[in-house]
């Protein structure tokens, strides 16, 4: 057996209830397409391919997409040996959902890059780390960059927590399953997503900064032009990024917008 590559952030879950926890989460049906990430050693694969029409599997690692090409045969199945980050989710139909146990260090690229793609999928059920699950969940109040670009396109919840002693080898924390399902439509119309992300950025680039010098920083502004775009999105300066809402982010994009255009 391939042993665990730790440059690649491999552990491997072999428990099979949580295996069928993640594949009951993920509410496939035999009319779904799935496209899983780092399929590994193919024990969630061997699943994936029951309850699925197709899944296409992408794996970095040259020798386990070999083993798992020459390992599992289903007429359903594609092996993609291959970078996640540089594959063509083009060549998915639309709705498509995902279904993977990821590598912890590429969750915040991965999700913004399926986010934010012209052919995103229509749901995802990733197994993650714990605490990355409870950010990408977070309320007001406990806000990070990441929730702010996951929840603008998805609405996600929380599933089964993974003990970390079910993965070989075990990682340091636990793990847990978050379910994000695509918004029916857009949260907000005509957004311009690279200007509204350089607002947020800049609040978050300060984290224990307030939003005042926050923003000023981030945008390249004065604070008193940073107080008076606040002033008048009816946000208070003194707040701090992970306290606004997605509705006061937009508020906020609107005005700095029609101010510079």
Same mark, same amino acid.
């Given at each position: =057996?391939?042993? /665990?590559?730790?440059?690649?952030?491999?552990?491997? #879950?072999?428990? %099979?209830?949580?295996?069928? +926890?993640?594949?009951?989460?993920?509410?496939? @049906?035999? %009319?779904?397409? $799935?496209?899983?990430?780092?399929?590994? *050693?193919?024990?969630?694969?061997?699943?994936?391919?029951?309850?699925?029409?197709?899944?296409?599997?992408?794996? =970095?690692?040259?020798?386990?997409?070999?083993?798992?090409?020459?390992?599992?045969?289903?007429?359903?199945?594609?092996?993609?040996?291959?970078?996640?980050?540089?594959?063509?989710?083009?060549?998915?139909? $639309?709705?498509?959902?995902?279904?993977?146990?990821? /590598?912890?260090?590429?969750?915040?690229?991965?999700?913004?890059?399926?986010?934010?793609?012209?052919?995103?999928?229509?749901? =995802?059920?990733? *197994? $993650?780390?714990?605490?990355?699950?409870?950010?990408?969940?977070?309320? /007001?109040?406990?806000? @990070?960059?990441?929730? $702010? @670009?996951?929840?603008?396109?998805?609405?996600?919840?929380?599933?089964?927590?993974?003990?970390?002693?079910? &993965?070989?080898? /075990?990682?340091?924390?636990?793990?847990?399953?978050?379910? =994000?399902?695509?918004?029916?439509?857009? #949260? &907000?119309?005509?957004?311009?997503?690279?200007?509204? &992300?350089?607002?947020?950025?800049?609040?978050?680039?300060?984290?224990?900064?307030?939003?005042?010098?926050? *923003?000023?920083?981030?945008?390249?502004?004065?604070?008193?032009? +940073? %107080?008076?775009?606040?002033?008048? @999105?009816?946000? %208070?300066?003194?707040?701090?990024?992970?306290?606004?809402?997605?509705?006061?982010?937009?508020?906020?994009?609107?005005?700095?917008?029609?101010?510079?255009?």
């Amino acid at each position: =057996m391939v042993g /665990p590559k730790k440059s690649l952030g491999q552990h491997w #879950l072999k428990d %099979d209830a949580t295996l069928e +926890a993640i594949c009951e989460a993920a509410n496939l @049906s035999h %009319d779904d397409t $799935v496209l899983e990430i780092g399929p590994g *050693l193919g024990d969630l694969t061997r699943r994936l391919i029951r309850r699925a029409n197709s899944v296409v599997a992408v794996e =970095m690692d040259a020798e386990l997409a070999a083993n798992l090409a020459t390992g599992i045969a289903a007429d359903n199945l594609v092996i993609v040996r291959g970078n996640i980050l540089e594959f063509d989710l083009s060549e998915l139909p $639309v709705a498509y959902k995902v279904v993977a146990n990821i /590598p912890y260090y590429l969750t915040s690229n991965l999700l913004r890059t399926l986010s934010e793609s012209s052919n995103p999928p229509l749901e =995802m059920t990733l *197994l $993650v780390q714990k605490e990355v699950a409870e950010r990408i969940c977070a309320k /007001p109040g406990q806000m @990070s960059l990441l929730a $702010v @670009s996951v929840q603008l396109y998805y609405q996600p919840k929380l599933g089964p927590a993974v003990a970390a002693e079910l &993965f070989t080898p /075990p990682p340091k924390v636990d793990s847990q399953v978050v379910i =994000m399902q695509k918004r029916p439509k857009p #949260l &907000f119309k005509d957004l311009d997503s690279g200007m509204y &992300f350089r607002i947020v950025k800049a609040g978050f680039a300060g984290r224990r900064k307030k939003l005042r010098g926050s *923003l000023s920083a981030g945008l390249n502004i004065s604070k008193e032009q +940073a %107080d008076q775009l606040l002033k008048t @999105s009816g946000v %208070d300066g003194g707040r701090r990024a992970q306290e606004l809402s997605l509705r006061e982010w937009h508020t906020l994009y609107k005005n700095y917008k029609s101010n510079i255009i």
